[in-house]
């Protein structure tokens, strides 16, 4: 009888899913004591993790262990040559929050488009203002709306970092808005995106110079760690903004705080930090025009039960034999 670990809470259909399947033995890690926990890796033949780190440590503690079962996509915290030396598969639960972060991203394009922000402000500063203040409003000058007001994405060009799962959506959709799309992915068959109008370029720091809007979607790697650094991000149009909700350390923080500050990009939005939390010193936390959130473009109540239910699949296929092989992520040589 095959012994499923779930590292952290997830939503209670997964759970439900796990324990319907005759035969697996289910052990909610999340009220376990550390001996108790220790003594259930050492039993476990799959995990189900959502942030629990999967290191070569993880891995001696866990001899038993034949899969990985991510509650996601990302597998940051999963040492991928360690689970290939222990024969490990790692499996992810994909599409299952891909339009969480699609919404997510285009709720970023959109508020960096237009002041929602200086406008919410606004209008909240309406009640605390005195009977002569209101008197002295016209319908053109209220809730900073003679701050300037703001811009269409219609006919701006957007540059999609990564044409995969998240990307070619966000890619779709900015389009249906009227924007112009390139793309940069050395590794996406063109004939599809080509076929939806989007221009693909060679050379990211040439697309980069072409872009007013720009957007990540693509896995933290060797190849992508610190892609868009100090150079890259001058390179940029001026005026321009820039969007990831795709991995912490794909951007230099401290290199977009600098261009945020001296007015280089109109604006950012950033979901994901190289270190998360990030630290109370953190130069975005203070910089201008940035939308910061915590990690959350996933974070719905859709996606969170997607994730969990697809990861639970996951789990159950795997035992039974038949794990869709596109959900099984590649392994390195």
């Known amino acids: ?46 995990v189900l993790i959502r942030f629990h780190r999967c290191d070569d440590a993880f891995f001696a503690r866990a001899p038993r262990l034949r899969i990985v079962a991510r509650h996601g996509v990302g597998v940051d915290n999963v040492d991928l040559h360690a689970a290939r030396r222990r024969g490990v598969t790692v499996a992810i639960a994909a599409n299952a929050n891909t339009q969480s972060v699609v919404e997510h991203t285009l709720w970023m394009l959109l508020s960096l488009a237009k002041p929602f922000d200086r406008w919410r402000r606004g209008m909240a500063e309406l009640p605390r203002r005195s009977p002569a203040e209101l008197a002295a409003l016209t319908p053109a000058r209220y809730a900073s709306r003679d701050e300037g007001p703001g811009g269409e994405l219609s006919g701006k060009t957007l540059l999609v970092i990564g044409l995969g799962r998240i990307g070619s959506v966000v890619a779709r959709h900015a389009s249906a808005l ?11 068959d063109r004939t599809a995106g080509e076929r ?43 005026g321009a903004a820039l969007v990831n909700c795709a991995r912490g350390g794909l951007v230099d923080e401290i290199a977009l705080s600098d261009a945020l500050r001296s007015a280089h990009l109109s604006g950012a939005g950033v979901d994901v930090f190289d270190v998360e939390p990030p630290p109370a010193d953190h130069p975005l936390l203070t910089a201008p025009n940035v939308l910061l959130t915590p990690h959350a473009a996933a974070a719905t109540r859709e996606a969170a039960r997607r994730m969990a239910t697809g990861a639970a699949q996951n789990l159950v296929d795997f035992f039974d034999g038949r794990l869709d092989p596109s959900m099984v992520y590649p392994l390195p040589p």
């Open 1 to 46: 009888m095959p012994t499923v670990l779930v590292t952290e809470p997830i939503h209670p259909d997964g759970l439900a899913l796990l324990r319907a399947r005759p035969g697996v033995d289910v052990i909610d890690g999340g009220s376990l004591d550390a001996p108790a926990f220790a003594a259930a890796e050492a039993r476990a033949d799959g």
């Open 178 to 188: 009227g924007m112009r799309v390139r793309v940069v992915d050395p590794y996406v």
């Open 196 to 238: 939806e109008g989007y221009r693909f370029m060679d050379s990211l720091d040439e697309a980069l110079a072409q872009a007013d809007y720009v957007t990540l979607h693509c896995p933290r790697n060797e190849e992508t760690l610190g892609m868009i650094g100090r150079e890259r991000l001058a390179r940029m149009r001026q």
